[in-house]
C-alpha cells in the first residue's frame, strides 16, 4: 500500500506564493509521473502539472510562468511551487503518483487526500 500526504496549503492573498509537497510512501519499488490536480467548487478535477522521474514537466497553460513542479525522487516527494497566486487558484489540490510496488504488477494510480488553496483577492 502506498500513502500520499500533502502539506502547505493556505489562505493567501491575490499575488502572494505557496509551496505545495507531497510525500509518497509505503511499499515502493519505483515511482514514474508524479503530478498535482485541483478541484474547484462546481468543476471537474484538472491537471495543474506534471512531472515525470526523468524530469520532463507538463503545465496547464493557467498557470504557466507562475507555478514550478519539481520533484525529489531519493525522498519520493513532489513540489509544487506557486508565485503570483489569482483567485482563480482557489481550490482543493490534490498529489498523484503513478507508483510501482513490485515488478510482478504494474503502475497504480494513487491520490492524497488534498490540501485547500485559497487566494483573497
Request: charged content about 20%; proline content about 2%; overall charge positive.
Amino acid at each position: 500500500q502506498v500513502q500520499l500526504v500533502e502539506s502547505g496549503g493556505d489562505l493567501v492573498q491575490a499575488g502572494g506564493s505557496l509551496r505545495l509537497s507531497c510525500a509518497a510512501s509505503g511499499s515502493i519499488f519505483s515511482i514514474n509521473r508524479m503530478g498535482w490536480y485541483r478541484q474547484a467548487p462546481g468543476k471537474q478535477r484538472e491537471l495543474v502539472a506534471t512531472i515525470r522521474s526523468g524530469g520532463p514537466t507538463n503545465y496547464a497553460d493557467s498557470v504557466k510562468g507562475r507555478f514550478t513542479i519539481s520533484r525529489d525522487n531519493a525522498k519520493n516527494t513532489v513540489y509544487l511551487q506557486m508565485n503570483s497566486l489569482k483567485p482563480e487558484d482557489t481550490a482543493v489540490y490534490y498529489c498523484n503518483a503513478g507508483v510501482r510496488e513490485s515488478l510482478v504488477v504494474y503502475y497504480k494510480d494513487y491520490w492524497g487526500q488534498g490540501t485547500q488553496v485559497t487566494v483573497s483577492s
